[in-house]
């Protein structure tokens, strides 16, 4: 049975940072795409940020580029999300994903981890 547990949100003043984690189990992270979605409330879930293992890439909604960055640590079979300068609007439940599909994986998820910035 595939999981995926994400830990790492909380609440951080604007301008700050935080490191999400996924944890995969049942799954060899190196062998999918893995990636990043959020929901802000009342809104739809949109795509943030995702990683291929081979060949190496990574791929990031516009609004994240040079705030945000993916990245994997095969042998801890999790994928993480280093997020700076964070703003207000990034506020919203972060999942994470992995799947054959680059560069929007959707073929497993996790729970969600809540990310509030405070102004």
């Known amino acids: 049975q595939v999981q995926l547990v994400e830990s790492g949100g909380g609440l951080v003043q604007a301008g700050g940072s935080l490191r999400l984690s996924c944890t995969a189990s049942?799954?060899?992270?190196?062998?999918?795409?893995g990636g990043w979605y959020r929901q802000a409330p009342g809104k739809e879930r949109e795509f943030v940020a995702a990683?291929?293992?081979?060949?190496?890439?990574?791929y990031y909604v516009d609004f994240v580029k040079g705030r945000f960055t993916i990245s994997r640590d095969n042998a801890q079979n999790t994928v993480f999300l280093q997020m700076n300068s964070l703003k207000p609007e990034d506020t919203a439940v972060y999942s994470c994903?992995?799947?054959?599909?680059?560069?929007?994986?959707?073929?497993?998820w996790g729970q969600g981890t809540k990310v509030t910035v405070s102004s």
């Open positions: 994903a992995a799947g054959r599909g680059y560069p929007y994986p959707n073929d497993y």
């Open positions: 049942g799954l060899t992270v190196s062998s999918y795409a």
């Open positions: 990683i291929r293992w081979w060949p190496i890439s990574t």
